[in-house]
């Protein structure tokens, strides 16, 4: 059985840091992608992060991309997201997820593991 469980949001002040983390288990053989969404209210889930799990190679999404950084912990199922110079709109549940799909990296639907999600709240 698959588990993902995110750890490490937190309320944090514009222009701050903050690490999350994804730790896994149960995952399947063929695993494709690891990926950050997130989720803010009143707004769909949206892509943020992935990374490739065969070889860790990362993808961002525009708005994050120079500021966030996802990484996996050599050959452990545990994957980060390094966030820095935060803002405002950064604020949201960020959630862990998993596929085995190739394509599509940033479309939610591909996605067949979910984790619980972590709230992450970036203040003025």
């Known amino acids: 059985q698959v588990q993902l469980v995110e750890s490490g949001g937190g309320l944090v002040q514009a222009g701050g840091s903050l690490t999350l983390s994804c730790a896994a288990s149960?995952?399947?053989?063929?695993?494709?992608?690891m990926s950050w969404f997130r989720q803010a209210p009143g707004k769909e889930r949206e892509f943020v992060a992935a990374?490739?799990?065969?070889?860790?190679?990362?993808d961002y999404a525009g708005s994050v991309r120079g500021r966030f950084a996802i990484t996996r912990a050599g050959t452990k199922d545990t994957v980060y997201l390094q966030m820095n110079s935060l803002k405002l709109e950064d604020t949201g549940v960020y959630y862990c997820?998993?596929?085995?799909?190739?394509?599509?990296?940033?479309?939610?639907?591909?996605?067949?593991?979910w984790g619980q999600g972590t709230q992450v709240t970036v203040s003025s």
């Open positions: 149960g995952l399947p053989n063929n695993m494709y992608h």
């Open positions: 997820a998993a596929k085995t799909t190739i394509l599509r990296v940033s479309l939610a639907s591909e996605y067949t593991y």
């Open positions: 990374i490739r799990w065969s070889d860790s190679v990362s």
